[in-house]
């Protein structure tokens, strides 16, 4: 049975008042004849930043095009999507820590990186490195 597809706006990367889970979880809650239809949907649904992002990642675009995507693949994608747009554009606020940042001696760099991304986001920036730790197809590690 052919479900008919939502209406669902798109997703742009940029509109603060976009939840990029709440437009990924509104996209899921619609039946689709199979995982590759998902992903061309998802796909076209994208614009801006985002679209870009899909269209140049190699990755993505791999999964976007794969036409025998299963629920693995779904999955793959979900957790990259939500890696890189885990935020949109996030709302500045005034500086309050302006001291420089440095390592602390008892701090390991996760801590150390978690504590420069958040005054990253502060000032409105964001992290644009990826964030994978899945194994390429060359069998070498990204971390």
Request: aromatic share 10%; net charge neutral.
């Amino acid at each position: 049975m052919d479900h008919p597809l939502p209406n669902v706006e798109t997703f742009s990367g940029r509109n603060p008042e976009q939840s990029a889970s709440r437009w990924l979880r509104s996209i899921e809650l619609h039946p689709f004849k199979n995982t590759f239809t998902f992903l061309t949907f998802v796909d076209t649904k994208l614009t801006g930043l985002a679209a870009e992002w899909s269209d140049q990642d190699p990755e993505i675009r791999s999964l976007m095009s794969k036409k025998s995507a299963d629920e693995t693949d779904k999955n793959t994608f979900h957790a990259l999507f939500m890696s890189r747009w885990h935020t949109t554009v996030p709302r500045t606020q005034p500086m309050v820590d302006m001291t420089p940042l440095t390592q602390r001696r008892d701090e390991n760099i996760p801590d150390f990186y978690r504590r420069v991304l958040s005054r990253l986001h502060l000032v409105g920036g964001r992290d644009d490195a990826p964030k994978r730790t899945v194994e390429s197809r060359s069998n070498d590690y990204i971390v």
